[in-house]
């Protein structure tokens, strides 16, 4: 839970200024881009020491966004909790990272690919069965109109 | 997995997509302001043999008006359903229509446990499109979770692509149909990438609940991000039927609008003409035909234009509005309050998806002839620009037209047959050019045999009418119908004059002054002569006979 929340605290961190140097880019991309650098999704975290500290967590927001229900003595002690986790973790900042070659993702292979042959669960039947509101043929849900 | 969080994400020309991707007002961008010359989007089109609905102007001088003063600035993202056997991430079959909710596995509804596995097909058609919309390719790209709740997503989590695509910065030429201007654009596509369906919602009709149908999630998407270059509804509609024409060349979909493998949003902004800054930017969704996205396009650029011209510009939001088909205008969806936050980061369960630059080769060699070469080489071959949108319109029509070119066949006779006679033909029948009995080498046999006068041109399209339905050859036809066409002067000229010789009365007439009656006895001589009478012989031996006699 707590590896969870602290997923969601990372992702959702306000915007930084992301302060790119000319050395990471690869040499392909192409110079007459321009960089956009308020970016509330690229996250960057960079061990210049000019960076600062994480924000301490918006938990209201992080529960809410995460359907979590939270009630306020909870809010204060996951908070805490929190930050101690991003705390521990922000050790790493230390790391000078700056003449290694960014990485997509960790691991060394890529591939593990699936032929395009279709194959039918067996045990649908339980699947459905498993689902309290399943109606016969439709999942019945509430009605929702808006995305989040 | 924690260890993922702290990796530096790789900055790169993507983080640069603020408009397509976070859907927010848009941020000033340095680009020139393209002047283009507005061609009028006037006349009420005549119906023509494209086999696009064109839209109707309604109100388009008004429009005119307007697009005096003001630039509309449109991108379009286009979401394609692939034409995979089986789902993205589970070996689910890929089927449209299938009973409700039969096509799932624990993968696909998001079980606890369940891992995605990524379909070969998938990357294989992804870059196939890439490599179509002249892309670069990511050799090395990544999947993202795409984070929201709704009763259509069962993981919680959209499997779909955010900062590293599989491909980018590409374009795609079209031609703007003769009765809209005319002309051709070339519009820049940011970027492809690949991701899953959700499932399907539908609305009960009380009210008060709603039901979802999962058989759709987890089919693949390809996305497809458009640069904001469009300028008006015709480009937008243009540019939609191209991304159609494409993904059917290809086979990497069936493109079609109505069963939802083809998806396009219309992202719309208009801006005082000479203002560098972009206007706000409004989504329009909920259109299921190219002659739809037009018309939602005129109407939301008059709606934001009337708004500038009263003072209330700012009445425009950043907002999805939904095209009513019904009322012919766009509404709002409800207004979004702050922005969607979807929290991406890289799916922990899937590998970097890595393409050798062999295997991306050997793709491009293999890429069929895209529409755009083909309009190219009808073009060069002589075709007249009408003719060579129709043909190339339709990858099977293209492929039988090249078939009887191949034949030998006159290139000009051949589209002529193909855009009248057989075109009517399969409308009439509701068919497709692969389900005529008409082979490619009959219909060369047809024009031969009409350019060396064996027959006449009025028999042939007699005949062709058989050839399409039943088969057959074109030299059996002649010859159990007996259709060779008469071309000998003598006997040609003793039918006219038993012609004469019966129709003393109208001989008489054309004597005295009436002149149209040539018309009476080369339509007799033709009847005696079951029409086989070669027509520009018949008439010349005709007058010499009515005029000299006597």
Known sequence: MATRALLAVISASPPRIIRIKASTFPSSSSSSLQFQRHSRIARCFSSDSNSSVLQPPDVSRLAETARISLTPSEIEECGAKIRQVIDWFGQLQQVDVNSVEPAIRAEMEGGNLREDAPETFENRESIRASIPSFDEVYLKVPKVLNKE | ?550
């Open chain 2, 1 to 550: 997995m924690s260890t993922t969080l702290f990796r530096t994400i790789q900055p790169n020309h993507f983080t640069l997509l603020g408009t397509a991707l976070f859907r927010t007002r848009r941020t000033t961008r340095h680009i020139s302001v393209r002047c283009l010359n507005q061609t009028a989007t006037t006349q009420e089109p005549k119906p023509s043999s494209q086999p696009r609905t064109a839209p109707k102007n309604h109100g388009s001088n008004k429009l005119d008006e307007i697009l005096r003063d003001y630039e509309a600035v449109i991108g379009i993202e286009t979401h394609v359903q692939l034409s995979t056997s089986t789902k993205a991430f589970c070996s689910c079959p890929n089927s449209y229509g299938s009973h409700p909710n039969t096509s799932i596995c624990p993968v696909c509804m998001g079980l606890p446990g369940a891992l995605p596995v990524l379909s070969s097909k998938v990357v294989d058609f992804g870059v196939r499109l890439g490599l179509a919309l002249n892309c670069e390719l990511s050799l090395k790209s990544k999947f993202d979770r795409k984070q929201y709740f709704y009763p259509d997503l069962p993981k919680g989590y959209q499997i779909s692509q955010f900062d590293i695509p599989i491909a980018s910065g590409g374009y795609v030429d079209v031609d703007i149909p003769l009765e809209f201007g005319g002309g051709h654009r070339r519009f820049g596509i940011t970027r492809v990438h690949m991701e899953e369906d959700a499932g399907k919602l539908l609305h009960s009709d009380s009210g008060d609940y709603s039901q979802v149908d999962l058989n759709r999630a987890g089919v693949p998407l390809l996305e497809i991000v458009s640069e904001p270059d469009m300028r008006s509804g015709i480009e937008a509609a243009e540019y939609g039927s191209e991304m159609q024409r494409i993904v059917r060349y290809l086979g990497v979909s069936n493109g079609n609008m109505q069963e939802g493998s083809l998806r396009c949003d219309v992202n719309i902004s208009i801006r005082p003409i000479g203002q560098a800054e972009f206007g706000t930017k409004v989504e329009i969704k909920n259109l299921n035909a190219f002659s739809a996205m037009s018309r939602a396009i005129d109407y939301e650029i008059t709606r934001q234009a009337l708004l500038y011209n009263q003072g209330q510009a700012d009445q425009i939001v950043t907002e999805t509005r939904l095209w009513d088909e019904g009322a012919q205008k766009t509404v709002t969806m409800r207004k979004k309050e702050g922005l969607a936050d979807y929290r991406y980061f890289p799916e922990p369960d899937l590998p970097e998806v890595i393409l050798a630059q062999e295997y991306v080769d050997s793709i491009r060699a293999s890429l069929p002839e895209l529409p755009e070469a083909k309009r190219r080489r009808y073009e060069d071959m002589g075709l007249g620009i009408q003719d060579v949108l129709f043909i190339a319109n339709d990858v099977s029509v293209a492929e039988y037209f090249d078939e009887v070119i191949s034949k030998g066949a006159d290139v000009k006779s051949a589209a002529n047959w193909l855009m009248s006679d057989i075109a009517a033909y399969l409308k009439n029948e509701e068919l497709s050019i692969n389900d005529v009995k008409l082979t490619p080498q009959e219909l060369a046999e047809l024009i031969a045999a009409i350019k060396d006068e064996t027959i006449s041109g009025k028999i042939g399209k007699q005949i062709l009418f058989e050839l399409l339905a039943k088969g057959g050859t074109v030299q059996g036809l002649i010859k159990e119908k007996d259709l060779v066409q008469i071309t000998d002067p003598v006997e040609i000229e003793k039918m006219i004059m038993k012609v004469i010789s019966e129709s003393p009365k109208q001989l008489e007439q054309y004597r005295s002054g009436k002149t149209k009656l040539q018309g009476f006895f080369a339509g007799q001589v033709m009847k005696m002569s079951k029409g086989k009478a070669n027509p520009a012989l018949l008439n010349k031996i005709l007058l010499e006979k009515l005029n000299a006699k006597e």
